[in-house]
């Protein structure tokens, strides 16, 4: 949803699929997404292993389901054994490249400095960064949950006054990631419009306009009242985007929202 006198901000429902499946696994959840695509064309993309992007770009091609990366290399082409370049994900028909995502920040030690290159890299190769933040539990309990995302929001800013409505912002709670425990749709309002609002103190004009999605165990049971939230535009969905027929209807309760 989107203020009085904008227009709406359209839903969008991405899929990390982290570093699960093999090649079977991966074509046949692909399958099963072309078999809905129609009724989420334009709204939804999958985030797949590298190895498998190719995969999603041949077999995704002209369906409306997009694709993107689940990270990328805050570096240019060289000598960086292991990384992959933001011009070679292009090079893959990438729309999105994710930034951030708390087990990039907690298991690889990812810093906003970093983040925000990453996203730079991004921009400059013409992907767009979902820049994922969120407090932990540690953080929410010690009431830090704010003081955290507007340390994660800051560090990227300067790079997002440049993107126009080219990148997208995924809030996902750490607590919430993986565990079952999702924030209520009040903590993720209520975390949404801080980001929002700080992206526009630091200077990011387009933060009215720009998607804004939740992460953290959502559900099809959950997803419709998550999106229900006027600043929520969509989600970020890990688990539920393995099945097929849940990551489907997570993305026809995106579409429905407004
Ligand atoms: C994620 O990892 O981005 C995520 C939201 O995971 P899950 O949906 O499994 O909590």
Avoid at 35 to 51: E, L, N, Q, S
Avoid at 61 to 88: L, N, P
Avoid at 127 to 146: K, N, Q
Wanted: charged share 15%; net charge negative; proline share 5%.
């Amino acid at each position: 949803m989107s203020a009085p006198n904008e227009a709406p901000r359209a839903a969008l429902v991405l899929g990390n699929w982290k570093m699960n499946g093999d090649a079977a696994s991966a074509e046949a959840l692909l399958a099963g997404l072309l078999a809905g695509a129609r009724d989420i064309a334009g709204a939804a993309g999958v985030c797949p292993p590298y190895p498998y992007l190719g995969l999603a770009a041949a077999r995704l091609a002209g369906s409306g389901i997009g694709w993107g990366a689940q990270d990328v290399s805050a570096f240019d082409d060289g000598a960086y054994t292991g990384e992959v370049s933001a011009r070679m994900l292009a090079d893959m028909g990438c729309t999105w490249a994710l930034v951030g995502h708390s087990e990039r920040r907690t298991l690889f030690g990812d810093t906003d400095a970093e983040v925000a290159r990453k996203a730079a890299r991004a921009l400059a190769a013409g992907l767009v960064p979902v820049v994922c933040v969120g407090e932990t539990l540690a953080d929410r309990e010690a009431g830090s949950t704010e003081l955290v995302l507007a340390r994660q929001i800051d560090a990227v800013c300067p790079v997002l006054r440049e993107a126009g409505e080219r990148c997208v912002l995924a809030y996902e709670p750490v607590w919430a990631i993986g565990t079952g425990l999702t924030a209520s749709p009040a903590q993720a309002q209520a975390a949404h419009a801080f980001i929002r609002g700080r992206l526009a103190a630091g200077g990011v004009v387009a933060a009215p306009r720009l998607q804004v999605l939740y992460g953290g165990s959502v559900k099809p049971s959950n997803a419709v009242e998550l999106f229900g939230q006027p600043d929520v535009d969509g989600g970020l969905i890990g688990g539920a985007s393995l099945v097929a027929a849940d990551f489907l209807a997570i993305c026809r309760a995106a579409a429905g929202r407004a």
